[in-house]
């Protein structure tokens, strides 16, 4: 079946420090992929999503590519910020079954 | 005005009881989900419902049972609650379809089990 792995944290970081969190999946088909964010006290987020391979998903200085080869699909930010700590997730989805990784708590210290 | 919204936030109850929690999206989604996010933010899917059919079924105790009266509602029962049902329960809905997209989560429900 489809699944999720994502790096272990959790991860604590300087501010304006790069930022990686691996992801990789295992998927029968042709998923769309995504990371979604959790703030403290909140629900999930959507934070970008890529639908086919070598597609690029960013926003708000994150980024993430759709890799087929290495089946990847790493969260990458240049410059973190205090307003990044959250648990960050990789998801991955074929039709309507949308599957989570572990989660990865990322706390930036100023 | 609250996309995906679900009551009650917080739960306390004890072992034994039975109990819900609803669910209702504004959105005019097609499909709604039910997600278990345990103490160390582990979070798994539960059921999901498309149209008011039951899509998916994880392997999930009898005990937990979906009701979706219409498309915009999922609610979820609990009945005979033990210790290990204490968790935060998000639902969520998206579109549906082949490209499911993004999921519009609600805020949680955490329940408390003593």
């Known amino acids: 079946g489809n699944s999720v792995t994502q790096m272990e944290g959790p991860v604590t970081l300087s501010e304006e420090a790069f930022l990686t969190i691996n992801c990789t999946y295992t998927a029968t088909g042709y998923p769309s992929l995504f990371w979604y964010v959790q703030y403290p006290g909140e629900g999930l987020q959507l934070l970008l999503k890529?639908?086919?391979?070598?597609d690029k998903g960013s926003n708000k200085g994150f980024e993430a590519t759709y890799r087929k080869e290495t089946t990847s699909f790493h969260l990458e930010k240049g410059s973190v910020q205090v307003s990044d700590s959250a648990v960050y997730f990789c998801?991955?989805?074929?039709?309507?079954?949308?599957?989570f990784g572990a989660g990865t708590r990322l706390t930036v210290k100023p | 005005d609250t996309a995906v919204s679900q009551t009650p936030k917080y739960l306390v109850t004890q072992m034994g009881n039975d109990k819900s929690i609803k669910c209702e999206q504004n959105?005019?989604?097609?499909?709604m989900y039910w997600y278990k996010q345990d103490s160390k933010k582990f979070l798994k899917i539960m059921f999901s419902y498309n149209n008011k059919e039951l899509i998916i079924n994880e392997t999930v105790p009898n005990r937990f049972s979906p009701k979706s009266p219409d498309k915009a509602h999922l609610n979820l029962h609990i009945n005979s609650l033990e210790l290990g049902d204490s968790a935060v329960y998000f639902c969520a809905s998206s579109h549906g379809g082949k490209d499911t997209g993004e999921l519009f989560f609600g805020e949680g429900s955490r329940l408390t089990v003593l």
């Open positions: 890529a639908t086919k391979a070598d």
């Open positions: 959105l005019g989604h097609d499909t």
């Open positions: 998801a991955l989805s074929e039709d309507v079954d949308m599957r």
